[in-house]
């Protein structure tokens, strides 16, 4: 099972649509371009962290605790603002993009919106979007399999091997977050391109 396989198939119609004209996108490629980025790297940068065992451990404990997929009950309404989680957490995009990120969240914005062409403020905003769903989309995957942290960490793994097979820039997105953000494969990022981001699974 992929993990983003498993996000996509639990999105409604029309949410990229929605996400970009909350951020004030009117281009549906540019915004399929830095969602497609933002999740690749996201689902990375999770699997870096959960490696470890101490890190594996923080990521189940945050699933159980913060995030049991429950966002895709209505993740339009959960957008809009239109329904309140019974758990604030469980929507707390900042929250889980600094402990995922850490202090690679710039460089991770700036990479993005080089891709995409978007403003960085609007990338910003659609991660924040993002990495509850990207955390649901784990802790439903947890619930229904009654995956224990290995399962967790190989669905990770399969999910980077996956995106690596099917998408070239997926090797630029490791050795970014490898090199700890340094900002040393920007350019060869920025030449792929938005095309990059558009080729379909």
Do not use: C, W, Y
Request: avoid cysteine.
């Amino acid at each position: 099972m992929d993990i983003l396989d498993l996000l996509q198939g639990n999105l409604p119609d029309g949410l990229l649509d929605l996400m970009g004209k909350q951020v004030g996108v009117e281009a549906n490629d540019q915004t399929e371009a830095a969602v497609n980025g933002i999740l690749s790297t996201l689902t990375a940068a999770i699997s870096k962290n959960a490696a470890s065992p101490e890190g594996a451990n923080a990521l189940v404990s945050a699933l159980d605790r913060d995030h049991d997929g429950s966002i895709f009950d209505d993740v339009v309404g959960f957008l809009g603002g239109q329904k309140q989680a019974t758990n604030a957490s469980m929507l707390n995009g900042a929250g889980i993009l600094k402990h995922v990120l850490g202090g690679r969240q710039n460089n991770v914005i700036d990479m993005v919106g080089r891709m995409s062409g978007l403003d960085k403020s609007k990338v910003g905003q659609l991660m924040m979007m993002l990495a509850p769903m990207v955390m649901g989309a784990l802790g439903k995957a947890r619930n229904q399999g009654g995956m224990n942290i290995g399962g967790i960490s190989d669905l990770l793994n399969n999910t980077v091997k996956s995106e690596a097979n099917q998408r070239s820039e997926m090797s630029l997105l490791t050795r970014f977050l490898d090199r700890d953000g340094d900002g040393s494969v920007m350019d060869d990022i920025a030449n792929m391109g938005i095309q990059a981001f558009l080729r379909k699974r």
